[in-house]
């Protein structure tokens, strides 16, 4: 359920969030006294108000990574406590089927959300912005980013808002149904902020299994923060190959060359489809490159060393945020302190192209499951040690204190009993033998339960190259041998695995980089 954050005053009055029911008022989320005065004496009566599609994407990106600002020193512990105050929580990480593996401890994979209902703008506004009608609860922007646990870099994974994809209890549709199907399976008496932590537990329990990642934690951002946002930083510099006039759609009207954009003009700029060579495509570069112009900004000594400007950061950008309930954001800032724009990566999930589905929609259809996996298993994977380190060797025990469980997987007869025999002598106590439930298994695999990492790295010195896989259906206190094809004996190295060209996302660039774009 949303709330605000405990400590905050109970008469503190909360941002507008999203409200999927389209046309209809949303439930009342007004300001705090002090905001309240703010925006009479500078805005007029209108509230604020949220807006969808791209531009959401980029406030929440601008947002959650703002708290980079808060660490270290007693100036960054009061930013702490000023973001906490006003910041808002809501129920968005499932129990289950957010089950992901190979997202090592401590690191973060944050799933960040823009929503496309319009339902809270005045006409005034949705004129002015080029909004267009309100339509609905559809979520079209989500970025994955994940941050390793050293805070080393950040990565930002886009997702077509067309991609077709399989959603968990309702076969496969559009990638920007899941929230909408979540949102309308809670029950029509719950609460608002019910119904859509609901929406946003389908989303993530989608995103993890086509990512084959846990996500641990969510984010959403309105609308007032990102004109706020933009406006602190003083705007944000791109840089365009051509001129646009999409006058009749997005309202992009812009000159060839660099120049800087923010507000009503900023959110015109990502939200441009029309006239662009890849449509949507373009369009999710268009929010990448502005993402990485706040994140320069950000990290700028313009900011950086500017304590006035950091507050109203920090203020604008906690104000307009939404996070799941476990999200730590100091502990997050610190983890990112050495992030520089050169270690901040943008990309788009692997995809094939563009199709049609069976009603004739407009599809864009991805990687296989496999292949998507792998892709995000090297996204979340550990930064290598430097060069001239050496790792520090597991932590093992003594071959008596584990107990393991032979299966052939290989399809060589006889080769479970042979090995079984050979990790007795070895000093191992072997449990039961027998096969696996595939003899097709290419890989040996040591497969171990969660807190027995010794156990199994003692086992897999004994088979030099074999995987380790914590798996959830593991016993406690027996480790699994799987024996693959590439088995050569304990004691023996298995064969190795030829070198797979790595799975290449789309339209790769960093936060450094300010090449033109279409």
Not at 54 to 83: D, M, N, P
Not at 256 to 266: H, L, P, R
Request: glycine content about 12%; proline content about 4%.
């Amino acid at each position: 359920m949303r709330r605000g954050n405990p400590g905050a005053g109970g008469d503190r009055e909360l941002p507008a969030r999203l409200d999927p029911r389209a046309g209809r008022a949303g439930s009342t989320r007004a300001r705090s006294r002090s905001e309240a005065a703010d925006a009479s004496a500078e805005e007029g009566p209108a509230p604020r108000r949220r807006t969808g599609r791209a531009a959401t994407a980029a406030r929440a990106v601008a947002g959650v990574l703002s708290v980079v600002l808060l660490a270290g020193s007693g100036w960054g512990w009061y930013l702490g406590q000023v973001a906490e105050a006003t910041v808002n929580r809501t129920d968005a990480i499932p129990t289950d089927g957010n089950d992901g593996t190979g997202n090592a401890p401590e690191a973060v994979n944050l799933l960040l959300v823009g929503n496309d209902s319009r339902a809270n703008l005045t006409e005034e506004q949705l004129a002015s912005l080029n909004a267009g009608a309100d339509s609905g609860i559809n979520t079209d922007t989500m970025i994955l980013v994940h941050i390793p646990a050293d805070g080393s870099r950040a990565s930002f994974v886009s997702f077509p808002r067309d991609s077709y994809v399989e959603i968990p209890g309702h076969g496969r549709d559009k990638l920007n149904a899941a929230y909408a199907y979540g949102y309308a399976g809670t029950p029509e008496t719950a609460s608002d902020e019910v119904r859509q932590a609901g929406g946003a537990q389908l989303l993530v329990q989608t995103i993890s299994g086509l990512t084959g990642l846990q996500i641990d934690h969510y984010a959403e951002v309105d609308l007032l923060g990102f004109f706020d946002l933009s406006s602190v930083v003083g705007g944000v510099e791109v840089n365009l190959c051509e001129a646009v006039d999409d006058s009749e759609w997005s309202g992009a009207v812009f000159p060839a060359g660099v120049q800087t954009i923010s507000g009503a003009d900023a959110l015109k700029f990502v939200r441009q489809r029309h006239g662009l060579p890849r449509g949507d495509f373009d369009r999710i570069v268009r929010q990448q490159v502005f993402i990485a112009g706040v994140l320069r900004k950000m990290l700028s000594d313009e900011v950086m060393l500017d304590l006035g400007k950091q507050r109203e950061l920090v203020e604008a950008a906690s104000r307009s945020l939404t996070v799941d309930e476990r999200l730590d954001l100091f502990q997050l800032a610190e983890q990112m302190q050495s992030v520089t724009a050169g270690s901040i990566e943008f990309q788009t999930i692997p995809y094939v192209g563009t199709d049609r589905d069976g009603q004739d929609r407009s599809i864009i259809r991805l990687e296989d499951e496999d292949t998507l996996h792998a892709f995000f298993a090297d996204l979340s994977a550990e930064p290598a040690a430097p060069a001239g380190t050496t790792p520090a060797a597991p932590e093992t025990v003594a071959p008596s204190a584990v107990t393991v469980d032979v299966l052939n997987g290989s399809g060589t007869s006889g080769l479970a009993a042979q090995a079984a025999g050979a990790l007795e002598t070895a000093g191992f106590a072997v449990g039961t033998t027998g096969n696996a439930d595939s003899s097709g298994y290419d890989t040996t695999v040591v497969r171990y339960a969660a807190g027995e990492e010794a156990l199994a790295a003692t086992l897999a010195a004994a088979v030099p190259g074999a995987a380790l896989e914590q798996n959830a259906d593991a016993i406690s206190g027996t480790v699994q041998l799987v024996l693959g094809s590439d088995f050569n004996g304990v004691g023996q190295a298995v064969d190795p695995v030829a070198p797979s060209a790595p799975v290449e996302g789309e339209d790769a660039r960093t936060a450094a980089d300010t090449g033109c774009i279409y």
